[in-house]
């Protein structure tokens, strides 16, 4: 079975222009609801008291709410997790708040809202903690940026670490984007996410800059798009395959791993979208536009000293 | 096509058995056992212990189905959590307090697996339930106590000589004391000097002394406040019975702690987030008054200790109820020698504690007094000196029938009772055991259905060439799981999530090959060159993609921490561990099936 059987190559670069404009469109885009709504930073990052009690029914949020108001906590928020049966309370840190001991307080008073009540998982962070955590992970980025653009430069040439960088950080700013914009949950976990896209992305690009080395090795004539669009389509199926299956493994993720995972598997799904056409579409006319030549890659062969006139 | 050599075999056959003989473990599951330690170096656990033990076991219907001895801990398998449960308690009572007995699980695998030190992962807290905690040691607190203590020391030693001061102000991070005039204070910065080296002191020109702690002090007093609430949280935990804690420094001023299948989570951070309190009681020797509260019937001003200090670890002191002085009159206890250079310790009592501590030992002369720790409302007797002498003056030395660890370990109890400084809960997370199982059975299914997923879709887009990968992919899995058991790494929700990320991203190196393979074969190569130079080509960009994720993969290592730390553990193998079986297994394996065969046509 192939699914890709195609003759001739597809002009990717003749559409570079359009291409470009939509990934700048959706980069400013996704950098706006990034500004104007800001991310939806979890209980990781922000400080503050996590809950999840389950009962053997449902029990009515609003009864919950009511009794945590009345006790002074008004703070909470209450939500219904996975099912009806399972309630999230969340509590912000806040003054006398500020303690480890509310999760015990909000639990006896909320234990006898249903039947079998049983408290499945607690996570205070308090307010010393989010910052670390934040700083460490804008180190995380810029020690994966840095250290792809090394291994690129060295490996390949400058101009093909910077298009990759450029393109996937690119990535990395729409899954912000769309977590900002649908208010979903960033925790650290989505974090692990987006950096593992980030790698995974890069790797995408490095298949294309490969065979688009390949092609400027081995072939004499064409011009630097036409070897380009070779390369892209020489690897288009593999790309599709490639991530089809990453995407088909995150999908089970996102189905079967319950809500701890679902968030996760999200960014991986946006990332690994994006990551396709970033590398097709936004790494390689970038190439053309740093201006790379067949000359950036091949070792210059000795000239040999001749007689001149 | 050339014949893959030998060694090549040998090595993929190796690696191959050996990763099923380090990931069998994980499929036998673990069966409940109790875990026995002592508290004390005075009491160890060891043959005897487990000879007595068993025998009582046996006698009791409570016989082990196995045991473990590992020269410090001893643990004892049993066929169901009830009977463990019932052993739990029976052994606790037959061994008293001074033996931690705490529930665990074992591997139930074969015992020569668990003597090659094939056990299974080591489960994170979010898979097998319990309790972490970050704490934070108050420094300011810390410093502040230490100021007090300063300040205190020089107005007593001002006052012994007779200088008058004016006011003593405690700041921040130091402390200022006024004088009157020049004069004065030229006097008692001179009489300082020599009494109170340790302080640092300087004129402030405004007619006043000043003491600051310096930034070498600071670090000092620093690493004493951790490396004593450590030792604080250690005698806390013993308590709760745990069996696998974990206490450890994290960065320069946070402790953390985590404790695998504690249930009772509301207990757990009562008895570490408590305070401890130090008191010193009169000892009550009178042998017919010992020989009744020995015999249970102990007066109502009395109480019977633990002393910790006693050789044999489980002798008791009976002692009385009231308090003389508490941890609060206390500003120091440090080791050091008496002057026979025997080991001591050096206690240094404030204003108010000196004078009582004169007026006790001139009224008790020849009798004991006890220096209780209480900790929980639960006492135990950290020393117990006979009063030889009155003593004035607010120093006050311990010595006698101790060594220098011992010395240390008193001084650090007395601390902990007196100055310690507070810690702070920063950081709790808490899964219920039943939020453990539901955590592993979504991430078992979650690899299991991608995995099958991928599967069908690669063999029939691929056939012969598909079955290679998968089998590829499924020792990439095996090689996976067991690395991470050798390396005893703990597993998380996260590091499941990876384990099914690095396989979902680990077929490319496969696809890659095909599809150049498949390329090769479409521009009329001959079946073995295609095959050939598939894998040659496609070998430098599995490589060149590989390093780049793995860049990524060790930034998370190195940044992350919690849940992140887990899932790059897990990536950065993943990476490794697929490199292995999609360059060299499958080239194997596509080497037995076609080499120096010939091949009309190439299922792929």
Aim: net charge neutral; hydrophobic share 45%.
């Amino acid at each position: 079975m192939e699914f890709f059987r195609i003759k001739t190559d597809i002009p990717f670069m003749s559409y570079g222009k359009i291409t470009t404009a939509i990934s700048l469109l959706t980069f400013i885009v996704a950098v706006f609801f990034l500004l104007s709504r800001g991310l939806n930073l979890s209980v990781e990052f922000t400080g503050g008291t996590l809950m999840e009690v389950s009962y053997s029914q449902a029990v009515s949020l609003n009864d919950i709410r009511a009794k945590l108001n009345d006790n002074g906590l008004d703070m909470a928020t209450v939500q219904n997790l996975d099912s009806p049966k399972n309630v999230m309370i969340r509590l912000p840190n806040r003054g006398h708040l500020n303690s480890v001991t509310i999760s015990n307080q909000v639990y006896n008073l909320i234990q006898n809202e249903g039947p079998n009540p049983q408290l499945k998982s607690v996570e205070f962070i308090g307010p010393e903690v989010g910052q670390d955590l934040i700083v460490n992970g804008l180190m995380a980025i810029l020690f994966v940026c840095i250290g792809i653009l090394g291994y690129l430069a060295i490996r390949f040439e400058w101009r093909f670490a910077i298009a990759a960088i450029l393109a996937n950080m690119h990535d990395v700013v729409i899954i912000l984007g769309c977590f900002a914009f649908f208010r979903l949950e960033f925790s650290l976990t989505v974090l692990a996410a987006i950096l593992a896209v980030l790698g995974y992305s890069v790797n995408e690009s490095v298949v294309v800059f490969d065979r688009i080395r390949e092609n400027f090795r081995n072939t004499r004539g064409g011009t630097v798009p036409e070897l380009i669009n070779n390369a892209i389509t020489a690897t288009m199926s593999r790309t599709i395959i490639t991530h089809g299956c990453t995407e088909m493994m995150v999908l089970s993720m996102l189905f079967f791993g319950g809500p701890s995972l679902h968030n996760f598997a999200l960014a991986l799904t946006i990332g690994i979208l994006f990551g396709i056409y970033s590398s097709v579409l936004v790494a390689s006319p970038l190439l053309v536009w740093f201006g790379v030549s067949r000359a950036n890659l091949i070792k210059k062969p000795k000239q040999r000293e001749e007689a001149v006139v | 096509m050339h014949k893959y050599s030998s060694w090549k075999y040998i090595i993929i056959v190796m690696a191959v058995i050996i990763s099923l003989i380090y990931a069998i473990p994980n499929f036998y599951g673990e069966v409940p056992a109790v875990q026995i330690s002592s508290t004390h170096a005075n009491n160890r656990v060891d043959t005897n212990t487990l000879a007595a033990l068993e025998a009582s076991l046996t006698n009791n219907d409570l016989t082990p189905l196995g045991e473990v001895f590992d020269g410090k801990t001893l643990k004892l398998k049993f066929a169901d959590t009830d009977t463990q449960l019932r052993a739990r308690d029976f052994i606790q009572a037959q061994l008293g307090e001074n033996y931690v007995v705490a529930l665990n699980l074992m591997p139930s695998g074969p015992a020569w697996l668990s003597k090659i030190n094939a056990n299974p992962m080591f489960l994170g807290l979010d898979l097998r339930g319990g309790v972490h905690f970050l704490l934070e040691i108050d420094m300011n607190q810390a410093l502040k106590k230490t100021l007090d203590k300063y300040a205190s020391d020089i107005k007593r030693d001002l006052r012994n000589n007779q200088i008058r001061y004016g006011n003593v102000i405690v700041g921040q991070n130091s402390l200022t004391v006024q004088f009157r005039d020049a004069d004065t204070l030229q006097q008692a910065l001179n009489q300082l000097h020599k009494d109170l080296p340790d302080i640092q002191l300087n004129d402030d020109g405004n007619g006043g002394l000043q003491a600051i702690i310096s930034e070498m002090q600071m670090q000092k007093i620093k690493e004493a406040a951790v490396k004593q609430n450590i030792l604080i949280l250690h005698n806390r935990v013993n308590e709760l019975g745990v069996a696998e804690p974990i206490i450890q420094q994290q960065g320069n001023e946070r402790i953390m702690v985590e404790l695998p299948g504690v249930q009772d989570t509301a207990r757990a951070k009562d008895i570490l987030g408590r305070t401890a309190t130090l008191e010193v009681r009169m000892v009550d020797d009178d042998p017919t008054d010992v020989a009744n509260a020995l015999a249970g019937s102990v007066s109502s001003d009395k109480e019977l200790l633990v002393d910790t200090s006693a050789k044999n670890g489980s002798s008791k002191i009976l002692v009385n109820r009231d308090v003389e002085l508490t941890g609060d009159n206390i500003t120091d206890a440090q080791p050091g020698f008496d002057e026979n250079g025997g080991a001591a310790v050096n206690i240094r009592l404030d204003g108010v504690g000196a004078a009582i501590f004169k007026q006790v030992t001139q009224e008790n002369i020849g009798k004991r007094m006890a220096m209780v720790l209480v900790d929980n409302n639960k006492g135990q007797v950290v020393t117990a000196p006979v009063i030889r002498s009155e003593i004035g003056g607010g120093q006050v030395q311990i010595s006698g029938a101790m060594n220098v660890e011992e010395a240390n370990d008193v001084a650090l109890l007395l601390r902990s009772g007196s100055l310690s400084a507070p810690m702070n809960m920063i950081e709790e997370r808490t899964v219920g055991p039943s939020l453990g199982k539901e955590n592993i059975s979504k991430g078992f299914h979650s690899v299991l259905w991608g995995f099958v997923a991928i599967a069908v879709f690669i063999i029939i887009y691929y056939q012969v060439f598909g079955v290679i990968s998968i089998i590829c992919l499924a020792v990439n899995l095996l090689l996976l799981i067991a690395a991470l058991s050798m390396l005893q790494a703990t597993l998380t929700l996260p590091g499941i999530a990876a384990i099914a990320l690095a396989l979902g991203m680990a077929i490319d190196s496969n696809v890659l090959i095909n599809e150049r393979i498949r390329e090769e074969l479409r521009n009329n190569k001959k079946p073995h060159i295609a095959i050939e130079s598939g894998y040659t080509h496609a070998f430098a960009t599995i490589f060149d993609s590989n390093v780049t994720t793995l860049i990524a993969g060790l930034a998370l290592l190195a940044f992350g921490s919690g849940p992140v730390k887990g899932f790059a553990v897990v990536h950065c193998l993943g990476i490794l561990t697929s490199m292995f079986s999609a360059v060299l297994v499958s080239r194997g394996i596509v080497a037995v099936l076609y080499a120096n065969r010939r091949i009309k046509k190439l299922y792929i």
